[in-house]
């Protein structure tokens, strides 16, 4: 029996056509990440993958792609060959160095205020029932600033490409074109934020602001 064959033959025992598969294979390995409450396409998908885990990791370590399932937002997320896996990150590295690899300075830099101000919300238990939090886009650029000691790109196209790629990413939901030079308009940050940033980067940053001396 032939690998194919082999493979076909489990597909089917899990009522999963070649197709079918294929369909979810190429999606992850597209777009990289995969949350149910995103669409429906994605939510049919993510429940495909739940029949048959083990043939989509096992077709992705040949690849030695790892796939990371956040059971508890009912999301898949892979990770390229070499980088680290959220919760065995190393902590010299902040920033999931896989992540960091696919990601331009100004997008990293982003990436990090979400998971400070992700994590001030929890703290203050202003997060929602599906671990979200809301904020608007006037207190992120302000977090911009006290961070990281610049505010959010003030070009609109350049701010337009920075904010579709968080959504791209699965991290955000809103901060759509429309609403980028609003600064009372809303964004979501997705808990999925808090597996690409770890605890020691996001303390180093809040050190970091508290000893900043005033202005």
Known sequence: MTPRQALNDALDAHGVTPAQFSELMIRLL???VLCRDESKKEAELYDRYLQIPELVEDYLSVLQV????????????????GAE???QADP??????????????????????L??????????GQVDEQGQVTLPMEAL???SKNLL??????????????????RQLRLIRGAGEAGLDDGEAWLTIRPDITGLVTDAVLATLIGQEDDSPCT
């Open 66 to 81: 790892r796939l990371h399932h956040e059971r508890r937002f009912y999301s898949l997320r892979l990770f390229p060959p």
């Open 85 to 87: 896996i959220p919760g």
């Open 30 to 32: 597209d777009h990289g």
């Open 149 to 166: 000691g610049r505010p959010l790109p003030e070009g609109r196209t350049e701010r337009e490409a920075l904010f579709r790629r968080m």
């Open 115 to 124: 998971r400070a101000e992700y994590d001030k919300a929890l703290r203050e």
């Open 92 to 113: 010299d590295e902040g920033i999931n160095a896989g992540l960091r690899n696919r990601l331009g300075q100004q997008e990293v830099a982003l990436v990090l205020v």
């Open 141 to 143: 650029n302000l977090a």
